[in-house]
């Protein structure tokens, strides 16, 4: 099992962050996620997690999740979930937490290239 996650950041001014995690969040890695999330919450209205790229997630990796979006809206930002894999969706239908996320399917290619 590869126990390897790759986190990256980038922000958009003070209103989008953007964090994308690649490979699997689990027991090993769910950390550090949180403080990536914590961070992107603290500094952006809107944080984005892009799991496109996610191959495992445990509960532990879940709970990394649910603290980031308590976190959040308690500071009234939001926490966005984009194109969650099936593993991950698999488990928010099974903890019945899939509700507590806004969820976007994908990113809209146009919005990725927009220009102020």
């Given amino acids: 099992m590869n126990e390897a996650i790759c986190v990256s950041v980038e ?21 550090e996620l949180r403080h990536v999330l914590q961070e992107a919450i603290t500094t952006a209205r809107v944080t984005v ?4 790229r996610l191959q495992f997630c445990d509960c532990t990796g879940l709970s990394a ?5 308590r976190v959040a ?3 009234g930002t939001a926490l966005r979930l984009r194109a ?15 509700s507590v ?14 220009t102020a």
């Fill in 11 to 31: 922000h958009h001014g003070p209103e989008r962050c953007e964090v994308t995690v690649a490979g699997e969040l689990d027991v090993l890695t769910a950390m």
């Fill in 49 to 52: 997690v892009d799991l496109s």
């Fill in 65 to 69: 999740l649910l603290a980031a979006h």
């Fill in 73 to 75: 809206k308690e500071r």
């Fill in 84 to 98: 969650v894999p099936y593993p991950l969706a698999r488990l928010l239908r099974l903890t019945r937490t899939g």
């Fill in 101 to 114: 996320f806004a969820i976007d399917a994908a990113p809209a290619p146009a919005a990725l290239h927009r």
